[in-house]
């Protein structure tokens, strides 16, 4: 958690279109629509800006839920079997998908080849999180007014859909740091990627996005801090009784209790 915040202070919110799978899927799904439909279609001004909070609104939910929680109860869901398996009900969610799940998973498949970026800029609370350390970032695209044609290939392929060719510096928390506006650029260092006044290189940003994920990752397994501490046998034990009443979510169990006693 901590490496990927570094990530989007330092480089933008380049986790989200250089590592995330989800990113990965979601631009596939968004050439599809391309291909199939000929273009991708943009939410009116007003109804974008207003799904567009929905990602900080559940990002809001989650952060009140954990900051309100008494120190005890924290701890007594950190350590609860529920937990101590959550990675593997995560796993299964995918694997054995219930006709809710499987339903609402087509939706945001199927629109995400006609909105590009659907999830991602509507629904995403880490993107929203991690946006907002983006926003605080030294690094930012620049746009050279005296050289720029007024193309406006930038705004074309800005998956954040950002007015780049209006700008002369983008800081927005919805940038991904994508760089494909420095790609499609047919002006030669019109669009530039700088650290406050100095210039950087496409190539050093990319190494740098890839080195910092690498190396914090590796840094981590080395000094023992990525592993849960969950030994083998304890996740075979307990995957052996995980639709035990035990397993189930403590919120879901508490609240089944508060109604019987109504």
Request: with cysteine; aromatic share 10%.
């Amino acid at each position: 958690m901590l490496l990927i915040v570094v990530v989007s202070f330092l480089l933008r919110k380049s986790f989200c279109s250089w590592i995330c799978p989800v990113g990965l899927v979601s631009e596939a799904l968004a050439r599809l629509g391309r291909a199939l439909y000929g273009r991708n279609f943009r939410v009116f001004r007003a109804l974008d800006l207003g799904l567009r909070t929905l990602k900080y609104a559940l990002l809001g939910f989650f952060l009140h839920a954990i900051v309100t929680m008494p120190p005890l109860a924290l701890r007594a869901f950190i350590d609860s079997p529920y937990n101590r398996v959550s990675d593997i009900k995560m796993g299964l969610f995918f694997v054995d998908l219930g006709q809710i799940g499987l339903i609402v998973l087509a939706i945001l498949l199927i629109g995400s080849t006609f909105v590009q970026g659907l999830w991602c800029r509507y629904l995403c609370p880490y993107g929203a999180l991690l946006g907002i350390f983006s926003w605080l970032s030294p690094v930012r695209v620049h746009r050279q007014p005296s050289s720029c044609v007024d193309c406006r290939l930038c705004d074309q392929v800005c998956m954040a859909r950002l007015p780049v060719s209006r700008a002369t510096s983008i800081s927005n928390a919805e940038c991904t740091g994508c760089l494909d506006c420095l790609a499609v650029c047919p002006v030669r260092d019109t669009l530039q990627i700088r650290v406050g006044r100095r210039r950087m290189s496409v190539v050093a940003f990319a190494t740098a996005v890839v080195l910092l994920f690498v190396g914090g990752y590796a840094s981590a397994r080395i000094s023992g801090r990525w592993d849960n501490a969950i030994s083998d046998r304890e996740y075979v034990e307990r995957v052996q009784n995980l639709h035990g009443a035990e397993y189930g979510h403590p919120g879901m169990e508490r609240r089944r209790a508060e109604a019987a006693l109504r």
